[in-house]
């Protein structure tokens, strides 16, 4: 039987894998909303980031509690401080989810994403909310072959970030000044959650071998 | 006389304030950069962002080594674990200052900046640069006025920001897509720089009082 205090880095653990999946899903949701115009839609992925941020605020004052109370050393300090670190990423997974929502509502009822870039904007978005859950497994499993994995799908996020660039410079971009700031901002977002996503890829990889991957991508 | 201990402590919070200063002058360049086209001083600001990245890396070092082997309590480990946040945001401040260079860059020898916005994206970089290196002073005085006082300057700046979206989104906007979308980048980076210095100012609030003053805003 585990005594109480790795019960709680335990849960700490479990606390984060469970704000991946609450964040990827929100992603998921912010993309519907904004490729269909959804207003309601838009409003919940706003309304229900305070799941997150509550979370976010309960697993920060456990890892402090245990810092604190339990004066862990080696290993499980960096477990705590890491954790801390990680758990700012997810929170903030959770605010572009919010960001990228409240484009949608500003537009609604029009659809923030000119018909082009529908597709581009649908697999961003499919491929953000993948990214964050499998953060979500590499917090729970460890396993350094899915946090390469994880960066690799964020190159493929970098290449459809690309693409609405290359739409919006176009000479036949049709859509306006309004459409491009709105994709300009949503790529954005798109890319810096998933820049997050890669973070804890490799926090996870240095609580594993110990050693910084790449020490600039590391920070937020 | 000090010990080693509260010395290496001391000496972790002036990393902190240098860091800020860099981080200061590296927003102030990229301003200058991104209004006169100046490849060379962008170019800088791109290169010496290394410099920013080292103290980084040497703070964080100093505070795992102090976590590890002094088992600090209380105030000392909340400052560890604090510094431990601010040292990201002031990483993160240098590398808005590079996006900003990047964008002065890629459009050389043109400006990114249309004429009409020279004066606000000229006072976004004043009000940008004064608002990091008040950070810095907030981390070195823990005075709470001007952590205030660096709060408010923020709002100047969400208006700032304001006033490049109404110009963007006039009728009378003749600056085309790609101007569009680099003062959109812009804007959002100084928009974002400020909030890590708001943040700043926030965690060294929670320092002295104990309390978090508005848990959202804290983090990143």
Chains 1, 2 share one sequence.
Do not use: C
């Not at 909303?33 to 456990?62: C, K, M, P, T, W």
């Amino acid at each position: 039987m585990r005594d109480s205090y790795h019960d709680q880095l335990d849960g700490i653990g479990e606390g984060l894998v469970e704000m991946s999946r609450l964040a990827g899903s929100a992603v998921s949701r912010a993309t519907t909303a904004l490729l269909d115009a959804d207003l309601e839609l838009a409003e919940s992925v706003i309304v229900r980031d305070d799941v997150i941020n509550q979370l976010y605020r309960s697993i920060e004052a456990q890892a402090f509690d245990l810092l604190a109370r339990q004066q862990p050393v080696a290993g499980d300090l960096r477990v705590l401080v890491t954790s801390l670190r990680m758990v700012v990423d997810l929170e903030r997974t959770g605010d572009y989810a919010v960001h990228l929502a409240k484009i949608a509502r500003r537009r609604h009822p029009a659809s923030a994403v000119p018909p082009e870039l529908r597709s581009t904007i649908l697999e961003m978005g499919q491929t953000a909310q993948g990214i964050v859950v499998k953060a979500g497994s590499v917090i729970a499993s460890r396993d350094l072959s899915l946090a390469a994995e994880l960066i690799r799908d964020d190159d493929a996020m970098d290449r459809l970030h690309g693409k609405l660039f290359t739409a919006m410079l176009s000479s036949t971009w049709k859509y306006g000044t309004e459409a491009a700031v709105d994709v300009t901002l949503a790529g954005r977002y798109y890319e810096r959650l998933a820049d997050h996503a890669v973070a804890i890829a490799r926090r996870v990889s240095y609580l594993v071998t110990g050693e910084h991957v790449d020490e600039d991508a590391l920070v937020d």
